[in-house]
T-cell receptor, first 117, second 109 residues
Framework: GAVVSQHPSWVICKSGTSVKIECRSL??????MFWYRQFPKQSLMLMAT?????????EQGVEKDKFLINHASLTLSTLTVTSAHPEDSSFYIC?????????????FGPGTRLTVL | QKEVEQDPGPLSVPEGAIVSLNCTYS??????FMWYRQYSRKGPELLMY????GNKEDGRFTAQVDKSSKYISLFIRDSQPSDSATYLC?????????FGGGTRVLVKP
């Protein structure tokens, strides 16, 4: 149980285009979903937290107009990287939590590798 | 200073050895202490977590937390080549995880 999927697993796009990444909780309803970014040989950095039906909360330094997050249902959240540039190339990972309880485990997706040419 | 510090490694051990990993942290508000394993180009996988100071054992894995010194440890007994991965400590406050930089572990057959 507690499986989280991401699509696509990798994507290559041209500079200036937008890319959408999907995160789905397959066997549970996710009240809260998180989006992380991981650069090579670095750890995961939280970008934003989203609760179903409400606006996402972005971490300091993350541009909300560039990284659009939609959490329209209890099983799906999307991250859209708008006007992508080479410096946005990274490994994007989502996680899902069954409720907003502080002890609830975050289950991570397999990640999406974005390369912007 | 980072909130969570972790030696990046790599830590290379022979098969069957005990792997010892640790993190230090600075935020006293952290309540839960998670350990994740991440294989290359994959998402993190939760290994175990602890809440209070002391030890917690799960199979070959033992997690220790010392809140007084803000020190977290993970021990892997009878290490296997399949344990080769990056291990991330991730203290949690509220529902927010703060990841350490990860320690890369190589278990050689």
């Amino acid at each position: 149980g507690a499986v989280v999927s991401q699509h696509p697993s990798w994507v290559i796009c041209k500079s200036g285009t937008s890319v959408k990444i999907e995160c789905r909780s397959l066997d549970f309803q996710a009240t809260t979903m998180f989006w992380y970014r991981q650069f090579p040989k670095q750890s995961l950095m939280l970008m934003a937290t989203s609760n179903e039906g409400s606006k996402a909360t972005y971490e300091q330094g993350v541009e909300k107009d560039k990284f659009l997050i939609n959490h329209a249902s209890l099983t799906l959240s999307t991250l859209t990287v708008t006007s992508a540039h080479p410096e946005d190339s990274s490994f994007y990972i989502c996680s899902a939590q069954a409720s907003s309880g502080v002890s609830d485990t975050q289950y991570f997706g397999p990640g999406t590798r974005l390369t912007v040419l | 200073q980072k909130e969570v510090e972790q030696d990046p490694g790599p830590l290379s051990v022979p098969e069957g050895a005990i792997v010892s990993l640790n993190c230090t942290y600075s935020n006293s508000a952290f309540q839960y202490f998670m350990w994740y394993r991440q294989y290359s180009r994959k998402g993190p996988e939760l290994l175990m977590y602890t809440y209070s100071s002391g030890n917690k054992e799960d199979g070959r894995f033992t997690a220790q937390v010392d809140k007084s010194s803000k020190y977290i440890s993970l021990f892997i007994r009878d290490s296997q080549p399949s344990d080769s991965a990056t291990y991330l400590c991730a203290p949690q406050t509220g529902n927010k995880l703060t990841f350490g930089g990860g320690t890369r572990v190589l278990v050689k057959p």
